[in-house]
């Protein structure tokens, strides 16, 4: 088996498309990709006259044939894809490039083909998803020493000398994340990026906060509370089936079916309503809370966006590979146990700092998912507040969560955090019923716009948006009419 590093790019049609289907023309060619970058976007080099692309780079294991074979496949791929060059360096609908075969170096002028690619050390757009990858690796070459992530940031203190010098702007390169293919990707490494709200549609009779108040069977208020929360500006809504407080017992998974479908359909007939675009994908994203890998397939075939998933994998050991092969983005939590299980002491002792051991334990789902055929792009990640978590454990990952952020191997991808209307926020404000602790909610959350949440999972709508708006404007948007 030989590791191969390959270089994805793409600048025309929609871009995420043109690579994931390009991931999965590699596979289908016996190319097995073991790992992936996150895709970021960057202004066009060489030739300027032309979109942004969006570009990643994977690490691939092939079996036999050398580099002129693998790279003939690749070609093939671009061709079948659409690949038509027009100018060099020009637009592109898919651009594969073999960055590195292994340790080894190639020179095959008559192809002509090149390895280590002559341009990795110039190119910020290679650099960086290289850097998400193999950081501390570096090129087997004679010549400039140093691993990647020190000739990144010699790249980046030299382009941000050299623009300075000139006055001239550059433009902020930052990954992108889509919710679904045609939706305003989350944009984690941007500082002036919105945070999104998540409303929380349980349709559960035993959640701790809302257990009762919705169901599939009263479609008019259903109607009534999912068109108030499109109107009043949420980007996702989080339809949850099996309740996951503490000790909650599990329903079968047609029980859990039965209470989430009717509420897909009906979110994609009010959103189509609401913006006048039953032709297209609904513009509100629907995530749906489950564990379960039957679950999760049904619902993104019922017309659900995402897979919000408590256990990260853990619970299911389908559900990785379901994922994989729906192609759909996946949250992945940060739990220890199960619902029933969680509160015990074993599960919320944590030998050592809690935010290393979070990022340590959350970088192994990661590589598990990856592993499954995940893509990195396609991962949002969750700290768990209030799963295997005590109250002061929970204000702790709040105080810190930037750290959390920049946690080895896990920076640059977004970060959902869900503290509403919980348990911690009522012993501190002394509020009993969960339905009134909206005020210590509004603190956590503005906490968690500080410390770099892309998405904040909340109960209150009106009332969180409201909290969210101001705390951007100080942090993030930083004005008054952003």
Not at 42 to 62: H, I, K, P, R
Not at 242 to 247: H, I, K, M, T, V
Not at 449 to 471: L, N, P, S, T
Request: hydrophobic share 40%; charged share 25%.
């Amino acid at each position: 088996m030989q590791r191969v590093t390959v270089a994805l790019g793409s600048n025309m049609g929609n871009r995420f498309q043109e690579i994931e289907q390009a991931c999965v023309e590699m596979e289908s060619a016996g190319m097995i990709i073991t790992r992936t970058s996150g895709l970021w976007e960057t202004e066009a080099m060489y030739f300027l006259d032309q979109d942004n692309f969006l570009n990643g780079v994977c690490e691939v294991w092939v079996r036999s044939g050398g580099p002129a074979e693998f790279l003939q496949k690749l070609q093939e791929i671009e061709c079948k894809l659409g690949r038509v060059k027009f100018i060099d360096k020009g637009p592109r609908c898919i651009d594969l490039d073999i960055l590195l075969w292994g340790g080894e170096t190639v020179n095959l002028p008559h192809i002509p083909l090149t390895i280590p690619h002559k341009s990795i050390l110039e190119r910020e757009f290679v650099l960086r998803p290289l850097c998400q990858l193999i950081p501390n690796e570096s090129l087997p070459l004679p010549g400039p020493g140093g691993t990647f992530q020190a000739h990144l940031s010699r790249l980046e203190n030299s382009t941000f000398a050299k623009n300075r010098s000139k006055n001239i702007p550059t433009m902020p390169i930052s990954t992108q994340v889509p919710l679904y293919l045609g939706s305003t990707p989350l944009t984690p490494s941007l500082a002036k990026r919105r945070t999104r709200i998540m409303s929380i549609l349980n349709l559960t009779p035993d959640s701790f906060s809302d257990g009762g108040r919705h169901s599939a069977e009263d479609l008019i208020s259903l109607n009534d509370t999912i068109t108030r929360h499109i109107k009043h500006g949420v980007s996702i809504i989080d339809i949850g089936g099996q309740s996951s407080r503490p000790g909650a017992k599990s329903i079968t998974s047609d029980e859990e079916l039965s209470r989430i479908l009717p509420a897909i359909k009906l979110i994609r007939d009010i959103d189509a309503e609401i913006f006048e675009k039953k032709s297209r994908l609904a513009n509100v994203t629907i995530s749906i809370d489950t564990y379960r890998a039957d679950v999760a397939k049904a619902a993104i075939e019922a017309g659900a966006h995402i897979i919000n998933d408590i256990s990260a994998g853990t619970m299911d050991p389908d559900m990785l590979s379901t994922v994989a092969k729906l192609g759909c983005t996946y949250i992945l939590m940060h739990m220890r146990g199960t619902p029933e299980t969680m509160t015990l002491p074993e599960n919320t002792t944590y030998e050592g700092d809690i935010i290393q051991i979070i990022g340590q334990e959350l970088s192994a789902r990661v590589a598990a998912a990856e592993k499954a055929g995940i893509r990195r792009w396609r991962m949002i990640l969750d700290p768990g507040i209030g799963f295997a978590k005590t109250g002061n454990q929970n204000l702790e990952i709040l105080r810190r969560l930037s750290e959390l952020r920049s946690f080895p191997g896990l920076q640059d991808m977004p970060w959902l955090v869900g503290t509403s209307r919980k348990g911690f926020i009522g012993k501190i404000t002394g509020v009993k019923e969960a339905h009134e602790r909206n005020w210590g909610t509004a603190a956590t959350v503005t906490a968690a716009v500080q410390g770099g949440a892309d998405i904040v999972r909340v109960h209150d709508v009106d009332e969180m948006i409201k909290v969210v708006k101001v705390a951007d404007a100080i942090w993030r948007t930083r004005g008054v009419n952003p």
